[in-house]
Every structure is written in C-alpha cells, then in structure tokens.
C-alpha cells in the first residue's frame, strides 16, 4: 500500500464553539498575449490590477446538528471533542446537547474562486469550499456596498475532481479571467496566487512552478497536481493561480499541512475537460470497468512469477455484475494497454478508463499465466465516491497464529466483526488481529483489520487452512481486503533474515 503525504485542503471553516480547518464554450475569450512586462519590478504590479477584478471571495453557511445527544454517550461524545477542541467546545454559545436532543449551530466556511464567464456570471472554485452549503455568499471586491454579500448557486460540481461552477445575477459589469494552456507550463516559471487568506481579503502572492505532475491520491485520483512555493494559505481554495501572460492555469487546491512552501493546483486543462457537463449536466461522468489492481513491483513481479521487466498493473479483485467481470478479466490477471495505449501504473488505468463515454467499447489486453489475451469490455458509469468507499472499524485483538511465526495473528471473523467490517457473509477469509512492528507481515503492508482470502492463490476461508498455508521460509503472495479501499494483492516474504523484534507497549 503505497503511503502518501498529508495535505491540507485550504478552504478555511468556521464553526461556532470551535474552528475547524477543511482543509471552450462560452468562457471567457482567451486573449494571446505574452508576459504583461519584461520588467520584474513591474509585472506582478500589472498582473494584479488585471486579475485582482476577476477574483471572488467566497463566504459558506452551513446549519449542522449536532453529531450527539443526551444519553448515555453524550458525555463520550463531549470528552472526545473537548480533548481536540478545548474545554470551550460545550460551552455558552456551543453545541451542549438539552433535553437529549440534537443541538444546530451554524458552521461558516470561506474560500475563493474566479469569474469565467461576465455575461452568464459564473464561477470556479472547489467543490470542498462549497460542498454541503445551506447558503453561498460571494464578495467581489473589497469595496463592495453591500458587505451581505451576493447570492449564489451551484450549477455543476465534482467531488472527485474537487471542483464546482457557481452562478450568481449581477446588474453590474464583471470581468473574467482568461484560461491559459497549463500544459505549457515548466518548472521554474514565475506564478501569481490571489485568494482571501484567512477572511483577509483579496491577496496577491507570487512565487514559481516548482514541480509538474503531482499525484495528491487522497483528494483526486485524476488531477496531475501543479506544486508551487507561491505562498497560499486556508481560504486561499479555488483561487487562481496566474502565469506571466495574465492567464489561469490553476486552481490552488491544498497545502503540505507538514511543510512550508509546498502548495498545489488543479491543473487547467484538467479543468478545461470537466466544464462542459458541468455547465449542461451539472456532474461529470467517468468511465468504469469494475476492478481494483496494484501496480507491479519487483516483489509481486517474483511472486507472480512474471518475468523482469513487465509492463502493467496486477488485478486484484473484480466486481461482480460489473464490466470487467463480464468480459471475462479476473484476478490476478496484468492489464498491460488499453485500445493499444500502454498501462504503466494505476493512474494510466484509471485515466484512461475515466476518459472513456459510458457505453464505449474498450480492448483491453492483459497477460493471464504468462500469456496474452484480449478482452472486449463496454465501459460502464463510474460510481460516485461516496458509492466507491466503504465503512469499517478495527476488530478485538486475539491470538490465532500460525506455527511459522509469520509476524502476525489473524481469527476468523464472527457475525460482530463481520458487521463492524462491513463484510457480507458470502466473504471468506481471516481477519489480520495483530501484526508486529518490524515483521514480515509489516513489510508486507499487512494491517489490523485486512481480510486475507488468498495465499499463493489458494482460498483461506479460516484460521485451519491459513496456518497449514506457511510450511517453508519463502515469498508468499496474499491476497487481501481493506475496509472500503477493495481487495489488493501483496508479497509476504519469510525468506530474508529475520529483523529485530521491537515490543509493543
């Protein structure tokens, strides 16, 4: 399982009692003009009086319940939420349950966004600013009269993409900004963001293009994010990030919430793609053939016993009744291309599947047992990611472990467990209680709570059949579940020296 960095989506909230941090078509005619000044003293001078007029601050409501009553858990609830957000959290003006009734408060957020159409009065911004929003107020200007703000909807939005199209009704002239190419953009090149910081308002920061091409999984498994030094702050989200030619080529997402100077944008021509549907449908659909996969690796390479060098992503579970099951793919198989591109890694699979209409047709090439085969497989409709993930819990530790000390225990899951994990009963497999830190196991990627149903491709439907399973000092290729994240594949190898053991307290 592959580890990513923790980033901060930089929309900020504010909630009462507490604060919170959450984390073309008829577009604006793009002008072809170069860098506004050949003198750096005076081009992001020029550049803010352009753009500065074409961003929005953008300021949410939401009414939100409180997430416990009275009763027995009520005071689990407040020692929980007073231990990360003070002792002031229950207090006069917070969300203290009465009556063992659920109690509303407002819960206010803000960020920024850019107008992209004058005519129509649409904007851009991030779907995580907006998202749930009982009420959306935008501010263009600082000088504005009228500091209520101006009413606006949603037209279209896009969870995955973190991405939404506002609306709002003006009697008065707007300016839009152009959209530039970001897809010319090198490392190195000088930018401009303008957001609404912290409710400070309109503000301009500068800074470069430190990197193209970055991949943020846990808020978008599609966007190539731009990373930049331009300092960029919560409210900042759905800002513009601005090149020397006065033109959009980003919209500023998220933060390193563990560094300074590392920020990043959602692409524009990523952007570019979505407007369409959602400015007709108001959502976007994707592509969808029903599997989850892992990316190849020299150790699942051995395991499979594929030779060195191979190209492809490893299937790891196929859901039932869905396109990829109906054509025939099945776990274990390697997709290598698709319509004759070739697969390297997970996001040129899942890119490249989105990218297809519903109902398309896909050949899909895959090598089974070392040889090649094809597939015609008619695309489906992604789910939402809601749909796409599901809900668990860590089970009760026990001690079930096999004779070969495998850096592990593992039980069989009982109808508790089973309900705590989400697993239907049709599921067989042994529930990971424990894994020792240093171990194989750990090694391995294994957790507390997997669900492991294979093991060099034979079933384990419980703890008898897994611990007869491990008889030689060798690499094994387990094959498992994790909550809502689906079925993986990964190489457990008892053939290396035993590493230190280090005890847990």
């Known amino acids: 399982m592959r580890r990513t960095a923790k980033v901060l989506l930089i929309g900020l909230g504010l909630a009462l009692g507490g604060t919170q941090f959450f984390s073309g078509m008829a577009l604006a005619e793009k002008t072809k003009v170069g860098s506004v000044t050949d003198n750096l003293k005076d081009l992001f001078v020029e550049l803010s009086k352009r753009m500065v007029p074409?961003?929005?601050?953008?300021?949410?409501?939401?009414?939100?319940?409180?997430?416990?009553?009275?009763?027995?858990?009520?005071?689990?609830?407040?020692?929980?939420?007073?231990?990360?957000?003070?002792?002031?959290?229950?207090?006069?003006?917070?969300?203290?349950?009465?009556?063992?009734?659920?109690?509303?408060?407002?819960?206010?957020?803000?960020?920024?966004?850019?107008?992209?159409?004058?005519?129509?009065?649409?904007?851009?911004?991030?779907?995580?600013?907006?998202?749930?929003?009982?009420?959306?107020?935008?501010?263009?200007?600082?000088?504005?009269?009228?500091?209520?703000?101006?009413?606006?909807?949603?037209?279209?939005?896009?969870?995955?993409?973190?991405?939404?199209?506002?609306?709002?009704?003006?009697?008065?002239?707007?300016?839009?900004?152009?959209?530039?190419d970001s897809d010319a953009l090198e490392v190195g090149e000088w930018v401009m963001a303008i957001g609404n910081p912290f409710g400070h308002g309109h503000t301009v920061t500068k800074g470069i293009i430190s990197a193209k091409e970055r991949v943020i999984a846990p808020i978008s498994e599609f966007a190539n994010y731009l990373q930049t030094d331009t300092p960029i702050n919560p409210g900042n989200s759905g800002g513009p990030l601005i090149n020397t030619a006065g033109e959009v080529i980003g919209?500023?997402?998220?933060?390193?919430?563990?560094?300074?100077?590392?920020?990043?944008?959602?692409?524009?021509?990523?952007?570019?793609?979505?407007?369409?549907?959602?400015?007709?449908?108001?959502?976007?659909?994707?592509?969808?053939?029903?599997?989850?996969?892992?990316?190849?690796?020299?150790?699942?390479?051995?395991?499979?016993?594929?030779?060195?060098?191979?190209?492809?992503?490893?299937?790891?579970?196929?859901?039932?009744?869905?396109?990829?099951?109906?054509?025939?793919?099945?776990?274990?198989?390697?997709?290598?291309?698709?319509?004759?591109?070739?697969?390297?890694?997970?996001?040129?699979?899942?890119?490249?599947?989105?990218?297809?209409?519903?109902?398309?047709?896909?050949t899909v090439n895959v090598l089974r047992a070392g040889k090649e085969q094809t597939f015609k497989v008619l695309v489906g409709t992604r789910p939402t990611r809601e749909a796409l993930a599901g809900q668990g819990s860590r089970p009760r530790s026990r001690s079930v472990q096999p004779s070969l000390d495998i850096g592990m225990t593992v039980e069989d899951p009982d109808a508790e467990m089973r309900k705590a994990l989400g697993l239907p009963a049709s599921v067989k497999g042994v529930v990971v209680s424990r894994v020792t830190p240093g171990s194989p196991a750990e090694e391995a990627g294994l957790e507390r709570g997997d669900l492991i149903v294979e093991v060099d491709r034979k079933p384990t439907p419980n703890t008898g059949v897994f611990a007869r399973v491990f008889r030689a000092p060798k690499a094994y290729l387990v094959r498992f579940r994790r909550g809502g994240e689906g079925v993986a594949i990964t190489t457990l190898d008892l053939g290396k020296p035993a590493a230190p053991k280090v005890e847990e307290e």
Do not use: C, W
Request: proline fraction near 6%.
């Open 54 to 180: 074409t961003v929005v601050n953008i300021y949410t409501t939401q009414i939100v319940k409180n997430p416990y009553g009275g009763g027995p858990q009520a005071d689990l609830y407040r020692q929980f939420f007073e231990q990360f957000f003070g002792e002031e959290f229950g207090g006069p003006g917070g969300p203290t349950p009465r009556n063992g009734r659920p109690q509303a408060r407002k819960s206010q957020s803000l960020g920024s966004g850019f107008i992209i159409d004058e005519k129509e009065g649409l904007i851009l911004t991030n779907y995580h600013v907006v998202a749930e929003a009982d009420e959306i107020k935008i501010i263009l200007t600082e000088a504005d009269a009228d500091r209520e703000g101006i009413d606006a909807k949603v037209v279209g939005s896009d969870a995955e993409a973190d991405v939404a199209l506002l609306k709002i009704k003006v009697d008065r002239k707007l300016q839009a900004a152009p959209l530039g």
């Open 251 to 362: 919209i500023n997402t998220a933060i390193n919430a563990q560094a300074q100077g590392i920020g990043f944008a959602i692409p524009v021509n990523y952007v570019k793609r979505l407007l369409p549907e959602l400015r007709t449908k108001g959502v976007v659909t994707r592509g969808f053939i029903g599997v989850n996969i892992r990316e190849l690796d020299p150790a699942l390479l051995k395991g499979m016993s594929l030779p060195k060098g191979t190209t492809g992503v490893a299937v790891t579970e196929v859901y039932a009744g869905e396109p990829a099951a109906k054509a025939g793919i099945r776990p274990y198989d390697v997709i290598t291309s698709i319509n004759g591109k070739k697969i390297l890694n997970g996001r040129d699979l899942v890119g490249t599947i989105s990218s297809f209409e519903p109902g398309a047709s896909a």
